[in-house]
């Protein structure tokens, strides 16, 4: 079932949103070669708890084993990891990209969005992986209006980043969100033109392109979270929640903060 957003309630998923946008942003202050992402994990906890918000990804559980609930408050995919990597104790090095993957609930509604970062300099070719795949992302958002379709999201995602030869992942997808992080509908990085369910003013949704550097196929980690590449070439992933405007798509969630952090340094 799709629930429809009332405007105070949008005003509720931009403030948990916002919040999520921050603690990336704390995190964006801490990258560089030497932390690990245990250490990302801990600052990210404690911000959203010191904001009265909980992290909604802390003990979210396992679809594939009732006893393996997700053990982190960010997930933390480094390189070849796709989504739903679980924070560790292995520094990151130079030349690593390495997505973070935010939730928070705060007054009953939820935020999610995810930045891909680079841990100092990284090669060029894994650079344009995560500038194409962040503008594929806004290609997605551009779709997100009033009258058109979820399919019209995926081709656009999807037609931006096969125009690059870079593939689309398409075992995750994005979701809809409200006082759940995850509702209906599915929102794919795939699919096409007026195809799928139709969108509608006060509908929100997570949109999260997962776009692989070589070919698309995924396998997963004996811990039963960590998304990898087969071909452990390097995947991007950016996320931000929207409103469905009736000209446009309002973002919720932000990058400003993570980039005013960055600065000259932002993709
Ligand atoms: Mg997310
Ligand atoms: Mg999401």
């Known amino acids: 079932m799709i629930f429809l957003k009332t405007d105070d309630e949008i005003e509720l998923l931009r403030q948990s949103n916002l919040l999520v946008a921050k603690t990336l942003a704390e995190i964006a202050k801490m990258i560089k070669p030497g932390v690990t992402t245990k250490e990302l ?20 559980p396992n679809p594939y084993n009732a006893k393996a609930p997700f053990p ?26 390495v997505s973070v993957d935010c939730g928070a609930l705060l007054n009953g509604y939820c935020g999610d969005s995810a930045y891909t970062f680079c841990v100092g300099d990284v090669d060029a070719e894994v650079l344009n992986l995560l ?13 997100a209006v009033h009258g058109k379709r979820v399919g019209d999201i995926g081709f656009a995602v999807q ?41 509608r003013k006060g509908m929100c949704i997570a949109i999260e392109p997962m776009i692989a550097q070589g070919a698309r196929q ?4 004996d811990d039963q979270w960590s998304v990898r590449t087969r071909d452990h070439k390097c995947a991007a992933h950016f996320e931000h929640t929207v409103a469905i405007g009736l000209e446009k798509a309002d973002i919720l969630s932000s990058f400003e903060y993570i980039e ?8």
């Open 72 to 97: 982190a408050s960010i997930c933390t995919s480094v390189n070849d990891q796709v989504v739903h990597g679980i924070p560790n104790d292995v520094p990151l090095k130079e030349g690593d990209i």
């Open 41 to 60: 994990d801990k600052i990210a906890e404690e911000y959203i708890r010191d904001n009265g918000a909980i992290p909604t990804f802390k003990g979210f």
């Open 159 to 199: 037609a931006y980043c096969e125009s690059r030869s870079y593939s689309v992942v398409r075992e995750f997808v994005g979701h809809g969100i409200g006082r759940q992080m995850h509702e209906d509908p599915y929102v794919p990085n795939y699919g096409k033109k007026g195809n799928g369910i139709l969108l």
């Open 260 to 267: 005013e952090v960055l600065g000259d340094k932002a993709i």
């Open 131 to 143: 500038k194409t795949t962040k503008e594929a992302l806004y290609k997605g958002i551009n779709e």
């Open 218 to 221: 995924i396998y997963m980690d």
